[in-house]
């Protein structure tokens, strides 16, 4: 899947998935922060988006990050390539990890890799 057709208040957007640089989950909503735009609110949860975009990493119950705009990580926080920083609970640490690694050999392979 290369772009997302997203409703935006009453106008349908299609946006890059390479584009998006994390979604944010609060509630029956999402708030995906987009590189370059304004965040845009929509009314899903994050996890029908955690479905929808299976190469994106759960840091926390209300973070999904793309890992193409990871530039560095602790144990508690991920910068991303907008400079922005994401808790990233203890429980989704260990998991985050190992996708990570899974994640890092097609990303080099990737011809929209960083």
Known sequence: METL???DKSKRQRVPVKDILCLEGNGNYTIIHIQGRKPILVS????HWE???PGFLRIHKMSLI???HLINFSATHIVLSNG?????SRRKARV???QLNQYLPS????????
Request: overall charge positive; charged content about 20%.
């Open 5 to 7: 057709s997203i409703l």
């Open 44 to 47: 899903l949860t994050l996890k």
């Open 51 to 53: 479905d929808k975009l």
């Open 66 to 68: 793309n890992p193409r």
């Open 84 to 88: 922005s920083l994401w808790a990233m």
């Open 96 to 98: 985050f990890r190992s």
């Open 107 to 114: 990303l080099e392979h990737s011809p929209n890799a960083h």
